[in-house]
């Protein structure tokens, strides 16, 4: 692995089901992010982390929820999908004492 | 609500002419950053301003800062077809560093 890894790469997901996506990564950044991108929003901040064991509420974080168990890998989990929450997640991560962030590739989401 | 707004939306233009790219924010900043996300990927880290900072270069690139103005503009000298992408400019959400709180983007088309 190097930098920030996110699965799956793209899901089709029936609306009601629980949705866990994934980013895991190898910097040993301590502050990690999920945004969602929309055509014509840009990208909104859910949910961050500034290091293990806590995390924060962003611009749009009903609906979702995460968790920091370590440093590596802070999931995303949608508790029951609506189409609204159909969206393309980028993770990021910042290293400590930087300012600039890095991004995965991103997970392409579709709820039906 | 969204910081950072970009300006124009959408910009094309012929391969070796300048892009100027423009941002406006609405309260103090710490720094403005400038993001780049080929189509398809997660948002790469183009450069960083400060808020003492007036202009900055890196390679073809150009920043300005104006925060009296509350404004930042990206330039791409002498563009090539790799360029295009979007273009995003990021400000701190609070305070602090982090989060960042990213505009809407401009799509740059450079046409060869």
């Known amino acids: 692995i190097a930098g920030i890894t996110q699965a799956p790469t793209s899901q089709i997901l029936a609306a009601g089901r629980r949705m866990t996506l994934r980013c895991t990564q190898d910097?040993?950044?301590?502050?990690m992010y999920w945004y969602r991108q929309d055509l014509g929003l840009g990208l909104r901040l859910i949910h961050y982390?500034?290091?293990?064991?806590?995390?924060g509420k962003g611009e749009v974080p009903d609906g979702y929820s995460v968790s920091r168990a370590n440093t590596d890998d802070f999931p995303l989990t949608l508790a029951s999908a609506v189409p609204s929450q159909t969206s393309v997640y980028f993770c990021?991560?910042?290293?400590?004492?930087?300012?600039?962030?890095?991004f995965g590739p991103g997970t392409r989401l579709t709820v039906t | 609500s969204q910081q950072g707004e970009e300006d124009p939306q959408a910009l094309s233009i012929q391969e070796g002419e300048n892009a100027t790219m423009n941002c406006s924010y609405k309260?103090?900043?710490?720094?403005l950053q400038w993001y780049r996300q080929n189509s398809g990927r997660g948002l790469v880290h183009l450069i960083l301003?400060?808020?003492?900072?007036r202009e900055k270069h890196s390679g073809r690139l150009r920043v300005t800062l104006d925060t009296s103005k509350k404004s930042s503009s990206l330039l791409i000298t002498a563009s090539r077809a790799a360029d295009t992408a979007s273009y995003f400019c990021?400000?701190?959400?609070?305070?602090?560093?982090?989060?960042?709180?990213f505009g809407k983007g401009t799509r740059l088309s450079v046409i060869a």
């Open positions: 990021a991560s910042i290293r400590t004492g930087h300012i600039e962030q890095y």
């Open positions: 990021a400000t701190p959400r609070n305070s602090g560093n982090t989060p960042l709180v």
């Open positions: 910097m040993r950044h301590n502050a």
């Open positions: 982390s500034n290091t293990a064991g806590t995390t």
């Open positions: 309260t103090s900043i710490n720094n």
């Open positions: 301003i400060r808020s003492n900072e």
